[in-house]
């Protein structure tokens, strides 16, 4: 019997062009190109979180409608949705391309002369790829490099196209990265220079008019711009104010990132074995749905391109389940919540599981520290996503495993930063956890917690200090080792338990795993009302360990605690 010949599994490859001719796993997406040719607006704005394959998207658009790239168009696309169903615009434009992430934003005068060489490269690059079309293109660029007209070097493109009689379409990838640094910043200083840039006379504001201007003669006929965030285009509507925002369109949900279906297929193209896929890989990378209508949910796909890459490397699931690469996040979710009212939103998310909200289309920097634009704004980051509606609003949730770590690593962080005592001795945590798993001594690391984390707490987080707030800083400390995967909110149906400790695949020698039930009362609480949530504590953990789900679980071991204060806890262990 013939042995199938696999494609290579493209992480960390986003040319479409180049994965199409190296034979590596390309999940379809070309079908959206109809899609977006047939919009009667040619100008299209759309966004998604980091690492959701927007790069991949913008080359495949490269590709397609590249004048120069006629002649490999069966080589490219012969194979795909699109080539078999070609458009009328194929293969018809000069491409005009912008990328504006690694602007430098240090200050005024630096990013002016980022920005505006960004722009001059590009035009640059246009003027050199397309010299067959532009008589005098040499010309024209020895002339751009010794005028440095900067911004202005857009009118030299667009001219060239208008008095040679061919169009452009222009793409801009990372459209909002200088502002998202800006925002991070999380200081005035940072509001003032985003103001000067995209104010009425700005640079930023400048170069959108004159695309726009452009596509009023039809020099420039199609656009597609994006990034990961829609907060500069409220600023930048009357500078750029024809763009049709496909964002939360329904029929655009799965155009970028993976349905279950694809995965499943991306599965069999590159060999990946599912027999060495031992954990949840729904639960941990799926999650994301973009419109309440959407059809699909979906996965991030550097998610699923790290996991899979490392099982075909190394022939076992990562060690590190969440990829560190999505550890960046945190940085941004730490300086985005540097007022006080973002952080108690944030913390209220993680106390929920999410939030109740509409999701704003576009918005200004300076409506970040109003509830609605923040969790939209954290909904386009990634961070958040619908789950259903909700009296003519939605209920939106943490899309999955992976980006909960990232909340409650931002927790464990911001409550060490705020309560100066507190430190993470990693060596007696990792002792105490080892005991844990190995010994089935609970005592020892609920000691080490309350010691260490809960008895240092500033009186800022002792104000929050409920059940809630004990069981993701629980969950924060117990994601710092790798011998579990702590699971939030468990489903064991019926019922959610607080806390359960999966054995983490990587270590099948662990010997027990656990179920948590969690009860806080004020150190002023009476004895009958400690009594109380105790007997309520035990029948729910009662509940979660003859649950179905629980059933094949001999080794799992199961206590309730109750902390009376941040000092007292009392720990019964039942069977």
Same mark, same amino acid.
């Given at each position: 019997?013939?042995?199938?010949?696999?494609?290579?599994?493209?992480?960390?490859?986003?040319?479409?062009?180049?994965?199409? %001719?190296?034979?590596?796993?390309?999940?379809?997406?070309?079908?959206?190109?109809?899609?977006?040719?047939?919009?009667?607006?040619?100008?299209?704005?759309?966004?998604?979180?980091?690492?959701?394959?927007?790069?991949?998207? /913008?080359?495949?658009?490269?590709?397609?409608?590249?004048?120069?790239?006629?002649?490999?168009?069966?080589?490219?696309?012969?194979?795909?949705?699109?080539?078999?169903?070609?458009?009328?615009?194929?293969?018809?434009?000069?491409?005009?391309?912008?990328?504006?992430?690694?602007?430098?934003?240090?200050?005024?005068?630096?990013?002016?002369?980022?920005?505006?060489?960004?722009?001059?490269?590009?035009?640059?690059?246009?003027?050199?790829?397309?010299?067959?079309?532009?008589?005098?293109?040499?010309?024209?660029?020895?002339?751009?490099?010794?005028?440095?007209?900067?911004?202005?070097?857009?009118?030299?493109?667009?001219?060239?196209?208008?008095?040679?009689?061919?169009?452009?379409?222009?793409?801009?990838?990372?459209?909002?990265?200088?502002?998202?640094?800006?925002?991070?910043?999380?200081?005035?200083?940072?509001?003032?220079?985003?103001?000067?840039?995209?104010?009425?006379?700005?640079?930023?504001?400048?170069?959108?008019?004159?695309?726009?201007?452009?596509?009023?003669?039809?020099?420039?006929?199609?656009?597609?711009?994006?990034?990961?965030?829609?907060?500069?285009?409220?600023?930048?509507?009357?500078?750029?104010?024809?763009?049709?925002?496909?964002?939360?369109?329904?029929?655009?949900?799965?155009?970028?990132?993976?349905?279950?279906?694809?995965?499943?297929?991306? *599965?069999?193209?590159?060999?990946?074995?599912?027999?060495?896929?031992?954990?949840?890989?729904?639960?941990?990378?799926?999650?994301?749905?973009?419109?309440?209508?959407?059809?699909?949910?979906?996965?991030?796909?550097?998610?699923?391109?790290?996991?899979?890459?490392?099982?075909?490397?190394?022939?076992?699931?990562?060690?590190?389940?969440?990829?560190?690469?999505?550890?960046?996040?945190?940085?941004?979710?730490?300086?985005?919540?540097?007022?006080?009212?973002?952080?108690?939103?944030?913390?209220?998310?993680?106390?929920?599981?999410?939030?109740?909200?509409?999701?704003?289309?576009?918005?200004?920097?300076?409506?970040?520290?109003?509830?609605?634009?923040?969790?939209?704004?954290?909904?386009? *980051?990634?961070?958040?996503?619908?789950?259903?509606?909700?009296?003519?609003?939605?209920?939106?949730?943490?899309?999955?495993?992976?980006?909960?770590?990232?909340?409650?690593?931002?927790?464990?962080?911001?409550?060490?930063?705020?309560?100066?005592? *507190?430190? %993470?001795?990693?060596?007696?945590?990792?002792?105490?956890?080892?005991?844990?798993?190995?010994?089935?001594?609970?005592?020892?690391?609920?000691?080490?917690?309350?010691?260490?984390?809960?008895?240092?707490?500033?009186?800022?987080?002792?104000?929050?200090?409920?059940?809630?707030? /004990?069981?993701?800083?629980?969950?924060?400390?117990?994601?710092?080792?790798?011998?579990?995967?702590?699971?939030?909110?468990?489903?064991?149906?019926?019922?959610?338990?607080?806390?359960?400790?999966?054995?983490?695949?990587?270590?099948?020698?662990?010997?027990?795993?656990?179920?948590?039930?969690?009860?806080?009362?004020?150190?002023?609480?009476?004895?009958?009302? %400690?009594?109380?949530?105790?007997?309520?504590?035990?029948?729910?953990?009662?509940?979660?360990?003859?649950?179905?789900?629980?059933?094949?679980?001999?080794?799992?071991?199961?206590?309730?605690?109750?902390?009376?204060?941040?000092?007292?806890?009392?720990?019964?262990? /039942?069977?």
């Amino acid at each position: 019997m013939e042995t199938k010949a696999f494609k290579r599994l493209p992480y960390g490859n986003s040319d479409f062009r180049d994965i199409i %001719i190296q034979n590596y796993a390309y999940i379809d997406k070309t079908r959206f190109i109809e899609e977006l040719e047939n919009e009667s607006n040619p100008n299209h704005f759309f966004i998604r979180p980091r690492k959701f394959g927007k790069s991949l998207f /913008i080359t495949m658009l490269y590709n397609y409608y590249n004048i120069n790239r006629k002649d490999e168009f069966e080589q490219v696309f012969g194979n795909q949705y699109i080539g078999k169903y070609p458009t009328p615009e194929r293969n018809s434009y000069a491409m005009l391309e912008f990328d504006f992430s690694g602007l430098d934003t240090s200050d005024v005068e630096s990013f002016k002369k980022s920005f505006s060489g960004k722009v001059q490269s590009a035009v640059r690059l246009f003027l050199g790829i397309y010299e067959h079309l532009i008589p005098g293109s040499g010309i024209l660029i020895r002339r751009m490099d010794e005028k440095d007209p900067g911004i202005n070097a857009l009118d030299i493109a667009f001219d060239s196209a208008f008095k040679n009689g061919f169009k452009i379409y222009v793409i801009i990838d990372e459209y909002d990265h200088f502002a998202n640094d800006l925002i991070a910043m999380g200081t005035l200083a940072g509001e003032d220079f985003y103001r000067t840039m995209i104010s009425a006379n700005g640079m930023v504001r400048d170069f959108y008019e004159g695309i726009k201007t452009a596509t009023s003669t039809s020099v420039v006929y199609r656009t597609f711009i994006t990034g990961i965030s829609p907060v500069m285009l409220d600023d930048l509507t009357s500078g750029y104010n024809i763009a049709k925002i496909l964002t939360l369109n329904p029929k655009y949900n799965e155009m970028m990132g993976f349905t279950q279906a694809e995965v499943e297929w991306l *599965m069999k193209e590159t060999g990946v074995d599912p027999s060495l896929i031992n954990v949840d890989m729904e639960a941990y990378y799926n999650g994301y749905l973009f419109h309440r209508d959407g059809k699909n949910r979906v996965y991030n796909p550097a998610m699923v391109l790290y996991f899979f890459e490392q099982i075909l490397s190394f022939g076992r699931p990562p060690e590190n389940i969440v990829d560190l690469n999505l550890k960046t996040d945190y940085g941004r979710l730490r300086r985005l919540t540097q007022n006080e009212n973002n952080r108690e939103t944030l913390l209220q998310i993680m106390k929920d599981g999410g939030a109740v909200s509409e999701i704003m289309e576009k918005f200004s920097i300076d409506m970040l520290s109003d509830d609605s634009y923040f969790i939209s704004l954290l909904f386009y *980051m990634g961070l958040l996503t619908i789950k259903e509606p909700y009296r003519f609003q939605l209920k939106l949730c943490i899309p999955n495993y992976s980006v909960k770590t990232l909340y409650w690593e931002y927790l464990a962080k911001q409550v060490m930063e705020t309560s100066p005592g *507190m430190t %993470i001795r990693s060596q007696p945590l990792n002792d105490a956890i080892y005991t844990l798993a190995m010994e089935g001594d609970l005592q020892r690391f609920i000691t080490y917690i309350s010691e260490s984390a809960f008895g240092k707490l500033s009186d800022y987080d002792l104000q929050r200090f409920d059940e809630k707030y /004990i069981q993701i800083l629980l969950l924060a400390y117990l994601f710092m080792s790798n011998v579990y995967i702590p699971m939030s909110e468990y489903e064991t149906v019926p019922g959610r338990a607080d806390i359960f400790l999966q054995r983490n695949p990587l270590f099948p020698q662990v010997r027990y795993e656990w179920v948590f039930e969690i009860k806080y009362c004020k150190a002023s609480a009476k004895e009958e009302e %400690i009594a109380a949530k105790s007997k309520e504590g035990l029948e729910q953990l009662t509940q979660y360990i003859h649950a179905h789900r629980m059933q094949d679980r001999p080794s799992l071991k199961a206590a309730l605690i109750v902390f009376t204060g941040k000092n007292r806890f009392e720990i019964t262990e /039942i069977q």
